[in-house]
Structure formats: C-alpha cells, structure tokens
C-alpha cells in the first residue's frame, strides 16, 4: 500500500482500464436485459397466445374464391370446436377509404371487428367507450378512431358524439383508442384508422368473410396445439386448393430472445478485451516496478524473505490495483441504473418502467476484474521472486 501511495497517478491510470472494463460488463448485461425484458414485453402485449389465420391462395395459381374465404361460420367452428384450449376468437375485414381532413381527403383504413377485439388486441379506449352487444347485433353506425386520426380529423374538440364521413358512409364517434403496446406490424390496425362493428361493414359491403381470423389460445403451452387446430379446422372447412397462413407469436418472441442473448455476448465480448487491455496494463506497470524495486527485494531476500513471500508481495499490488477498480467500476455500473430510474419516476408516460441491475453480472464483473490482476500480474510477481538477492544489491 506504501508503494501504490507514492505513486498515487500511475496508480490511478492503471486502474482506470479496469473501472472501464468492470462498469462496461455491468451496464452491458442491464442494457441487454432491459433492451430484452422491453421487447418481449411488447410483443407479449400484442398477444403471447395470439394465432392469426389468413386465406394466402389456391393451389397451381388458381384464384380464389368466396368459398375459400374465412367466414363468420369458420369463426363460429373455431369456437365450438376448441372451447377449452382457446379464451377468444375474433375475426376482422379492412377496406382503404378516406376522410375529408381540412378540405382535402386523407386515405384511412375502415376495419370492421367482431366482438372480443378489444380484448385480444389489448386495445385502450381514452375517451369514450368501446362496442357493446346492441352495437354489434343491430349494426349500428357508430364507430371508434385511433388516437392520431382523432387529432388530425377534431383538432380542437372533443371527437365523442360527433359525426365523420368515411368515403359515402357517415358514422358517430362513441370512442378514441391505442394500443397499449407497439405490435410490430402485427396488427390489422394501422396509425389512421376506423374501427366498426363487422356486421356494418357486411351490410354495406356484402362481404360476408374475415381477412384475418384471431385466436387467443388459453394458455402459452397450448399455442403449438392451437395453431395445428385452427388450420385443420379451415381446411376441413374449405376446398383442398385452398392454402391458409396461420401462425403465431412464438417465433417472434424465440427469435427477440436469440437476438438479446446474441448482442449480450457480443458486448460482454467487447467489455472482456477492455478488461485484458487493463489486465495488459498493469502487467506492464508492475514490471516496471520490478525494476525499479529491485533493490529492495535484494535487501528483504537477503534478511531472509522467501521466494513465496515477494511473489505473494506484488501479487497483492496488483490485486489491490484490480481489486479497487472493479468496487469503483461495479459502483458506476449499478449506480448509473439507479439514477435513470429515479429520473424515469419523474415522467408518467414511462411508468412501469424499470432498468433491471443484474447482481449476476456485479458478480461477474468483480471476480473477472480481480482476476485479470491475479493473472497479469503473476508475470511480473514470479520474475520479482526470481531474482538472485546478490545481484539485486548491487542494481542501482
């Protein structure tokens, strides 16, 4: 300790490259755990037990047909026909149209919905209120709006109760939504849209058939069994040519899994040669110390110190160096988490969120640290042992 004291800044330097190196595996592993625990969040929030069924097309570049078309009956079947796996089923129809928006028309997306979307889609209703059975059943003319299109359309007012003109149509506004969470594109809600019930765009249309048919499976480990059910069901249903895409969220969340772990070692990677270059560091700055100390070790060899004891003399120099820096680096690590915490708490959109610190990592960090000095510095350690005590004196 005397001697790293009278060296007080190459003391400090050398530590430096481990306080990076140890900070860096901290912060590393709490930003891909964060990034990771957010992105599957999100995408459990679209739906973790979500299956969506679409027709693609007919065999041998056939056509389509309306018999190939997933229908109210489909959806219907699917509810029957898996009453203990599955909690909803919902089926949706899109149309483009538009919207007079200051006097010039504005392309919007008109979805019609059966009852139960909200539900599956995890939908916010911020003003107003959402379709109840009376609306569905009677086909009434009302109709909810996304949040941004309720902002171009009624700047200024209050859009509940006031009417709008989609393309011919005119419908009351009974509610403003959002997601809650962001889907990924995997949602037939665009940023512009109109919500109705289905069976007011079936009267207008005449297109009695789903574009999509959403099934939430009841439980995550019967999503696999759900997804093979809902398409024996639509083929058992329609002609054999048809071809239907059903598929679920699964995937999508193995793969944000694979692409966290992967970026988590690639930069735990990166944060380990910060700590080799420290490690190289102080290898270097402990043999020059050596040298410079060479007299002394002459003089404790020579009263008696054992090759064992000078060895375990620069050993502990260069503990002490790493050993410090990883407790320095470890405190920024886990503080600088805390302190974006405590500013998320400040804004109440950000509720909810936290920065998790993973004492794994703190772990990981200090033992890694402390042992980049143990191995570094056992070169110049053993070589201080190694030295003859009668040519030590005479070093000047």
Known sequence: MQALRANKMRAMLTMLGVIIGSGSIVLVVTVALGGQRYVLSQIEGIGANLISAHVVSSENGGL?????????????AVKQGLPQLISDAVGTNSLPMTVVVSGQE???????????????RNLAILHGRYF?????????????????????????????GKGIRVGELVFTVIGVFN?????????EIQKESVVVPFSLLQYYTGTAYFRTLDVQAGRSEDVPVVTSEVSEVLHSR??????????????????????AL?????????????????????????????TERTREIGIRKAIGATRHAIRYQFLMEAMA????????????????????????GFFPEAAGITI?????????????????????????????????????????
Not at 148 to 153: E, G, I, Q, T, W
Not at 238 to 246: E, I, L, M
Not at 271 to 286: E, F, H, K, Y
Request: net charge negative; proline share 4%.
């Open 132 to 160: 109840d059975s009376d609306d569905m059943d009677s086909r009434s003319k009302v109709c909810l709006l996304t949040e941004d299109l309720a902002r171009r359309v009624f700047p200024f007012d209050d859009p509940v």
């Open 238 to 259: 329609h002609r054999g040519s048809a071809q239907y895409r059903v598929q679920n969220s699964t995937g999508i969340l193995e793969t944000a899994r694979q692409i």
């Open 64 to 76: 389509l047909t309306i018999e190939d078309q997933i229908t109210p009956a489909d959806l219907e």
């Open 356 to 396: 998790p610190v993973s004492w794994v990592s703190v772990v990981l960090a200090f033992v890694v640290s402390c042992s980049t000095g143990l191995v570094f510095g056992y070169l110049p350690a053993n070589r201080a042992a190694g030295l003859e005590p009668t040519e030590s004196l005479r070093h000047e």
């Open 106 to 120: 504005r392309p919007i997306t008109l979805l019609g919905v059966t009852q139960g979307f909200n539900r599956i």
């Open 321 to 344: 160096i790493s050993g410090t820096g990883a407790l320095a680096g470890v405190a920024i690590g886990v503080a600088v988490p805390g302190f974006l915490n405590f500013l998320i």
């Open 262 to 290: 992967a970026l988590m070692i690639v930069l735990i990677l990166i944060a380990l040669i910060a700590l080799v270059i420290s490690g190289v560091g102080i290898m270097n700055i402990m043999l020059v110390t050596v």
């Open 179 to 187: 997601e809650r969470v962001a889907s990924f594109g995997q949602t």
